[in-house]
Structures are given as C-alpha cells and as structure tokens.
C-alpha cells in the first residue's frame, strides 16, 4: 500500500493552496495522515470552501487514492487555533 | 408522527443490547472476550473521521447520511473532551450518563470549567445547541424524506429555505464545534 509523508503532504498543500505561514500538526491515523492545518490563508473562507480547498489540492496531485492516503484534515486560522492560547497568556 | 415518536424514544436501544456502553465510555469486543475501551482518543479520532465523512456526503448531496454524520462528530469530539479532562470519568468512578443528548454533554464540558467567559465560546455554546435541536440519535435509521419533513416540522426549513442550505448551515455548525473541540484537545 502507498503513502505518503508528512513532508510531502505539507508540501503539496503549501505550494497549490498558497498557504500563508502555514503551521501543520499532523498524525498518522491507521495508514493515513490526518491532523490540523493552521493558515491566515483560510480567513474569511467558511468549512466547506476550506475543504473543497484541501481536496481538490489533494485530488489535483495524487488523483482518486488520496482518500487512501490522506484522513481528515481541519483548517484554522491561527486566530481559531490560538484561542486558548491567547487565553494563557493573558493570565 | 406516531412513528417519528418511536425514532426518538428509543434512542437507548444499543446500549441496552449489551454490546455497546457509551455511559461507562467503553465497548467489549465479541467473541474475542477481550475489552477494546473507548476513551479519549477513539472518541476524538472517531469524531474526526465523522466530520471527513459528513464533507463527502454533503458533497454528493446525499444530506441524511451528512447530518447523521457530522452530529456523531459532535457527540464523539464532546466525549471526547469530557473524557480528557474529567479524571473521575476516566477512573470509572463517574459514569458519561449523558445518552446521546448533545445538550448534556455541553453542560458536562462547561461544568469542567473549559470554556472561555466574555463571548470567546458563546459560538461554541450557541452551535452546539443548534446541533442538539437538529440532531437524534436514530437518525441512524432516517431516510433524507424524514428528516426533511422533521426539519419542516421544527421550522428549520421552508419554502424558501431548501434542505441543501439547512444542511450546508448544519455542517459549518458542526465542523466549527469539532474545530473548537479539537483546540481544547490539544495536550
């Protein structure tokens, strides 16, 4: 079975999304990768463009098994990846 | 009516087969004898496959499958949470008594003190009670007819407001609970 490496999918993604200051916190999940995908380049974009985003990328580079290759990734901003953070800091 | 009744009441009927217990957060597995427990991270894990799946189905217009899915995410990233913080839940000394019902769990999870104060979560609070109205248990067994005419009955949708954009709007409620869940997931 094929796979693909964390190197590679941030760089697949980094380079056809354009992403900005792109932050990647990813996970194998059974034989594939999933995780969190942390961008300004998702700003004013709700869910659903954000994944059509995500997988038409996917699709464009590794054809129909990128759904073999690749789990659930979820798209933030770093303002919605931070709340908590900036909570901590605040104290 | 007489049967959309008997799809919400029987809501508990898995977990009476012995097989599955969501209130203690586990599962026995079969014939093997061995106990596969469900904790935090299956729940989470699980929670996110859900969410990928409800994106897929959305996709293909098929929104039944999409609604049933994205609101198990839900439940799953909750539990998930509850079960992560909560030591006595971990320790079996307290049991995730919730049922399936959403509004529970979030009770559950602003008890355990995670929620941010001035407005931070009140998105977070005001989605997953959108979800908890929208979603049941045994929509499992629901065709996209019955949820439509259910969705109707509720006033979630009309004649102008079509399924296709109610559950469009349900999605992005669910992925942006299961987003926020994830954050608070993080070690």
Redesign the interface.
């Known amino acids: 079975m094929s796979t693909v490496t964390k190197k590679k999918l941030q760089d697949v993604l980094t380079t056809k999304l354009n992403l900005v200051d792109a932050r990647f916190?990813l996970e194998k999940?059974g034989a594939k990768l999933?995780g969190?995908i942390i961008s300004a380049t998702f700003s004013g974009k709700?869910?659903?463009q954000r994944?059509?985003m995500i997988w038409d990328a996917l699709e464009d580079e590794f054809g129909a098994q990128c759904v073999h290759l690749v789990?659930?990734l979820?798209a933030?901003t770093p303002e919605?990846?931070g709340?908590?953070l900036e909570?901590t800091s605040k104290k | 009516m007489v049967n959309a009744q008997r799809l919400m009441l029987s809501s508990r009927d898995n977990e009476a087969s012995g097989l599955w217990s969501f209130t203690r957060g586990y599962v026995m597995a079969g014939k093997s004898g061995k106990g596969q427990y469900l904790g935090a991270a299956e729940y989470r894990q699980g929670a996110r496959e859900r969410i990928g799946e409800a994106f897929t189905l959305l996709r293909s217009e098929q929104f039944s499958g999409s609604v049933y899915m994205a609101g198990r995410g839900v439940e799953g990233m909750l539990r998930a949470v509850v079960w992560k913080n909560d030591p006595e839940i971990r320790q079996g000394k307290k049991s995730l008594d919730t049922g399936h019902d959403l509004r529970n769990l979030l009770t559950l999870v602003g008890n355990l003190g995670l929620l941010q104060a001035g407005g931070r979560d009140d998105e977070f609070v005001s989605n997953v009670q959108k979800v908890g109205r929208l979603w049941f248990n045994n929509m499992r067994f629901a065709s996209n007819k019955f949820v439509e005419i259910r969705w109707r009955t509720i006033g979630e949708i009309d004649h102008r407001r079509t399924l296709k954009r109610a559950a469009s709007d349900y999605y992005e409620a669910c992925s942006a609970v299961i987003k926020r869940c994830e954050v608070l997931c993080q070690p």
Do not use: F, I, P
């Open positions: 916190v999940a999933s969190n709700d869910d659903q994944q059509r789990g659930t979820l933030y919605e990846w709340v908590n909570a």
